[in-house]
C-alpha cells in the first residue's frame, strides 16, 4: 500500500492543477463578472488543494479562509457596486486582442509545463536545510514561523498590498456612487 500512495498523491496534484488551469481560463472567458468571480473561487479552491497535497495545511486552510473567503465576498461586492444603473450600459471589454493574448498566454502556460515534464523539475534538495521548518514551527509556533518573515522580510509587500485593496474598494465605491441614479 505504501508504493501506491506516491502515485496517489502525483495523480492527484495533477488533476487539481489541471482543474486550477482549466477553472482560471474559464474565469477569464466568461462575459458575467459575478460567473468570473465564482470561477475564480473554483480556481482558489483548487490552490488550496495543491497546498494540501504538498503538505502546507495551514496556507491551504489560510487560501480557503482569506482569499475564496473573505477577498470573494469583497470582489462580489465590488462587482455588484459596480453594476448598479441600467443593466444595459455593461459594456463587454473583452475583445478580439484580449482573446487572442488570452490564448497565447495559454499556449505559453502549457508549453512550460511541457518542458518542465521533459527537462524535470529542479532539485529543491540544496534550497533549505533539512528540518528548517520544524525548527522554525517550534521556535515561534506554526502561526509565527509564517508571520514572522511576512511582517518583518516582506512589511512593504504586505502593507502596499493593503493599500492597493483600500484604494480599489473606495474607487468602486466612488464609480457606484457616480452611476447611482439617485447620487446627487
Same mark, same amino acid.
Given at each position: 500500500m /505504501?508504493?501506491?500512495?506516491?502515485? $496517489?498523491?502525483?495523480?492527484?496534484?495533477? #488533476?487539481?492543477?489541471?482543474l486550477a488551469i482549466v477553472s482560471a481560463l474559464t474565469f477569464i472567458t466568461r462575459k458575467s463578472p459575478v460567473a468570473s468571480a465564482l470561477w475564480l473561487v473554483v480556481t482558489l479552491?483548487?490552490?488550496?488543494?495543491?497546498?494540501?497535497?504538498?503538505n502546507a495545511q495551514f496556507i491551504g486552510a489560510l487560501?480557503?479562509?482569506?482569499y475564496? /473567503?473573505?477577498?470573494?465576498?469583497? $470582489?462580489?461586492?465590488?462587482?455588484?457596486? #459596480?453594476?448598479l444603473g441600467d443593466p444595459k450600459e455593461f459594456v463587454e471589454i473583452r475583445g478580439t486582442g484580449a482573446k487572442l493574448l488570452a490564448g497565447l498566454t495559454g499556449l505559453a502556460v502549457i508549453a512550460e509545463v511541457g518542458f518542465l515534464s521533459i527537462v524535470g523539475l529542479p532539485s529543491t534538495e540544496h534550497v533549505v536545510e533539512f528540518g528548517y521548518m520544524d525548527n522554525l514551527v517550534v521556535q515561534y509556533g506554526a502561526v509565527g514561523a509564517l508571520a514572522k518573515p511576512l511582517f518583518r522580510d516582506y512589511v512593504l509587500a504586505f502593507e502596499l498590498t493593503a493599500i492597493l485593496?483600500?484604494?480599489?474598494?473606495?474607487?468602486?465605491?466612488?464609480?457606484?456612487?457616480?452611476?447611482?441614479?439617485d447620487a446627487s
Open positions: /505504501g508504493q501506491h500512495l506516491p502515485l $496517489f498523491y502525483q495523480f492527484h496534484f495533477y #488533476l487539481f492543477g489541471v479552491f483548487a490552490i488550496a488543494a495543491e497546498y494540501v497535497l504538498l487560501q480557503i479562509i482569506v475564496a /473567503g473573505a477577498i470573494m465576498v469583497v $470582489f462580489l461586492f465590488v462587482i455588484m457596486l #459596480l453594476n485593496l483600500l484604494i480599489a474598494m473606495i474607487g468602486a465605491v466612488v464609480i457606484g456612487r457616480k452611476r447611482s441614479p
